[in-house]
């Protein structure tokens, strides 16, 4: 898909214009809904991602807001509740997850459990009547993924999957110059996505577990170079080789692959190398190779402090683009989803292309490298380049 700086223009996309003539870019404030018209969100699971970035991120947003816990440790979730200003009767223990059905604070329900429970907290939190907003990778198997967004489907409720990337200023950016054919065709895409892990970590245990996982790193830091690579280049690969190079003897690769390597075929001839790993890192970069310029993003996939830079062209130099917070930013999209104010732009059909691409990699690395066709006719139905706005 190209977009010609017209379509950018009349996109709203200010912040393209202005970031091409080589001003900083300041990201526009979103005022607060009164409270009572924000949606309150249940966090599910208090591990390192919902008290490192999504509780945290809940007090900006604008138009939702934490309305309950749901955790296994009674004190850490009296504790966090405390923090943050939500009531005793906010929080749900595991075993009493369902009662979430007559409490008319949740309106949706964020699934930040460990791979292996999404799909069964989805299905629950669909069963309550609640949307779904649940973190990448979806599931664990791409049946597992298909049966969640059949449940959402039946359930007549929102199933979005947490690409935080695909609502971040600097991808987003990357996106649109890409699609407005200023740097002629893409052609190559690379991403590496890796990291070191420890075993004695319990965030990292259950990641370095094939069943609780689903995919060890390639799961959980390869993911985004899979979903960037389509992103990026708008378009969806129809074939992959991949390879492996695990140490069986590293107690922490008893069950999941380490380094994995894997190439895409695109229809429009472009390519994607990917890399993962959990023994070496860290980084989550990419770069896009263009006829007439290269666009890196090094970090291009962290939290915050991403950098982007363009390599030969006239725009070379760094692009300087205000940050905002990917979590709050996706939570509100979620949000103005439920009130039908914008379009679903990582549904459940996102993840479940990635569960599908995760488990080619793997078919093909199993085959040495032999060539899998991955061609499902999957196509998205709302590019993030064009439908998301920065606020
Ligand atoms: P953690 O292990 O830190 O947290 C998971 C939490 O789930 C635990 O703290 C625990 O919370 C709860 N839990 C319930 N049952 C279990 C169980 N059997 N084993 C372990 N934990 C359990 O993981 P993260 O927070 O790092 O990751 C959670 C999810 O978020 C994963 O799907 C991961 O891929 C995704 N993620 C996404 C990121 C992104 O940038 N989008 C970044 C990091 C993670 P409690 O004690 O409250 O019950």
Same mark, same amino acid.
Request: glycine residues 8%; proline residues 5%.
């Given at each position: 898909?190209?977009?010609?700086?017209?379509?950018?223009?009349?996109?709203?996309?200010?912040?393209?214009?202005? *970031?091409?003539?080589?001003?900083?870019?300041?990201?526009?404030?979103?005022?607060? #809904?009164? @409270?009572?018209?924000?949606?309150?969100?249940?966090?599910?699971?208090?591990?390192?991602?919902?008290?490192?970035?999504?509780?945290?991120?809940?007090?900006?947003?604008?138009?939702?807001?934490?309305?309950?816990?749901?955790?296994? &440790?009674?004190?850490?979730?009296?504790?966090?509740?405390?923090?943050?200003? +939500?009531?005793?009767?906010?929080?749900?223990? !595991?075993?009493?997850? @369902?009662?979430? %059905?007559?409490?008319?604070?949740?309106?949706?329900? $964020?699934?930040?459990?460990?791979?292996? +429970? &999404?799909?069964?907290?989805? +299905?629950?939190?669909?069963?309550? /009547?609640? &949307?779904? #907003?649940?973190?990448?990778?979806? *599931?664990?198997?791409?049946?597992? *993924?298909?049966?969640?967004?059949?449940?959402?489907?039946?359930?007549?409720?929102?199933?979005?999957?947490? $690409?935080?990337?695909?609502?971040?200023?600097?991808?987003?950016?990357?996106?649109?110059?890409?699609?407005?054919?200023? $740097?002629?065709?893409?052609? #190559?895409?690379?991403?590496?996505?890796?990291?070191?892990?420890?075993?004695?970590?319990?965030?990292?245990?259950?990641?370095?577990?094939?069943?609780?996982?689903?995919?060890?790193?390639?799961?959980?830091?390869?993911?985004?170079?899979?979903?960037? *690579?389509?992103?990026?280049?708008?378009?969806?690969?129809?074939?992959?080789?991949?390879?492996?190079?695990?140490?069986?003897?590293?107690?922490?690769?008893?069950?999941?692959?380490?380094?994995?390597?894997?190439?895409?075929?695109?229809?429009?001839? %472009?390519?994607?190398?990917?890399?993962?790993?959990?023994?070496?890192?860290?980084?989550?970069?990419?770069?896009?190779?263009?006829?007439?310029?290269?666009?890196?993003?090094?970090?291009?996939? !962290? !939290?915050?402090?991403?950098?982007?830079?363009?390599?030969?062209?006239?725009?070379?130099?760094?692009?300087?683009?205000?940050?905002?917070?990917?979590?709050?930013?996706?939570?509100?999209?979620?949000?103005?989803?439920?009130?039908?104010?914008?379009?679903?732009?990582?549904?459940?059909?996102? /993840?479940?292309?990635?569960?599908?691409?995760?488990?080619?990699?793997?078919?093909?690395?199993?085959?040495?490298?032999?060539?899998?066709?991955? @061609?499902?006719? $999957?196509?998205?139905?709302?590019?993030?380049?064009?439908?998301?706005? +920065?606020?």
């Amino acid at each position: 898909m190209s977009l010609s700086r017209r379509d950018l223009i009349e996109l709203g996309l200010a912040g393209t214009s202005a *970031a091409l003539a080589g001003t900083a870019v300041k990201a526009q404030p979103r005022s607060k #809904l009164p @409270d009572s018209e924000r949606i309150g969100v249940a966090v599910v699971g208090i591990g390192k991602l919902s008290q490192g970035q999504i509780i945290p991120a809940l007090r900006t947003t604008a138009g939702v807001k934490l309305a309950a816990l749901v955790s296994g &440790h009674p004190d850490k979730a009296r504790r966090v509740a405390a923090e943050n200003g +939500l009531a005793a009767d906010a929080i749900y223990s !595991y075993e009493d997850f @369902d009662r979430i %059905a007559h409490d008319p604070r949740i309106g949706i329900v $964020y699934i930040v459990l460990p791979n292996f +429970l &999404h799909k069964e907290y989805t +299905l629950r939190a669909l069963k309550a /009547g609640k &949307h779904v #907003l649940c973190e990448k990778p979806m *599931a664990t198997t791409v049946a597992d *993924a298909e049966t969640m967004i059949a449940a959402a489907k039946a359930a007549k409720r929102h199933l979005m999957i947490a $690409y935080r990337c695909q609502y971040e200023p600097k991808n987003l950016e990357a996106m649109r110059r890409i699609r407005s054919g200023r $740097y002629g065709k893409p052609r #190559l895409v690379v991403t590496d996505m890796l990291r070191d892990s420890d075993l004695n970590e319990p965030s990292d245990a259950w990641r370095l577990d094939m069943v609780k996982s689903g995919g060890g790193a390639l799961a959980d830091m390869g993911i985004y170079g899979i979903n960037g *690579a389509r992103y990026l280049l708008g378009e969806e690969p129809v074939e992959v080789r991949a390879w492996e190079r695990t140490d069986r003897t590293d107690p922490r690769f008893k069950t999941v692959p380490d380094m994995i390597a894997w190439q895409f075929r695109f229809p429009s001839g %472009a390519m994607a190398n990917g890399s993962t790993s959990f023994s070496v890192g860290g980084t989550m970069r990419w770069d896009v190779f263009c006829d007439k310029a290269r666009l890196r993003g090094d970090p291009g996939a !962290y !939290y915050n402090g991403n950098h982007f830079e363009i390599f030969s062209s006239p725009d070379a130099g760094e692009v300087h683009i205000a940050e905002v917070d990917q979590f709050a930013r996706e939570m509100d999209w979620m949000g103005d989803v439920v009130r039908g104010r914008v379009p679903m732009v990582s549904p459940g059909e996102e /993840g479940l292309q990635d569960m599908r691409l995760i488990a080619a990699i793997l078919r093909s690395v199993k085959d040495g490298g032999r060539p899998v066709a991955i @061609d499902w006719h $999957y196509t998205r139905a709302h590019d993030p380049a064009v439908a998301v706005t +920065l606020a």
